[in-house]
């Protein structure tokens, strides 16, 4: 993943949350938000995927900025025995979304004191791939 400052134009899917809202609205299609770190109100979280260009976007209000996480997917990505879809129910979005996100596992390089010096798998990345309807 990489910290950016913007987003590039796409077709996104995925949702926001702004800070006066009670629950976080839909994207389909381009994303529009306007993301000055000092308007009121804010977007506190947000998550966006564009299925076109594979690039995933993970949006948070931390401290007064914003933090931009941009994560090129591969396709291959989705069959790789390092990488799990996980899928995880949206209860605040109408009709229940499920949310998908990919989780990847990178080889610790030293290898773990708990196991033997042997080299482990540890979380990694944890990115947004859409909705599973």
Known sequence: M??????????YVGYFWKSDAKDPQIVKGAFTEDLNPSK?????EAQLYDH?????????????EYM?????????????LDVEIKDFYAHRIDGHKKLQFLQYWKENENGDSLCEDMQVLRPAEFVFVGFND
């Open 40 to 44: 009121n109100p804010f977007i506190v």
């Open 68 to 80: 931009i996480l941009e994560h090129q997917v591969l396709s291959t990505d989705f069959n790789r």
């Open 2 to 11: 990489n910290r950016v400052s913007n987003i590039k134009p796409g077709n």
């Open 52 to 64: 076109d260009t594979m690039l995933s976007y993970s949006i948070k209000y931390v401290d007064g």
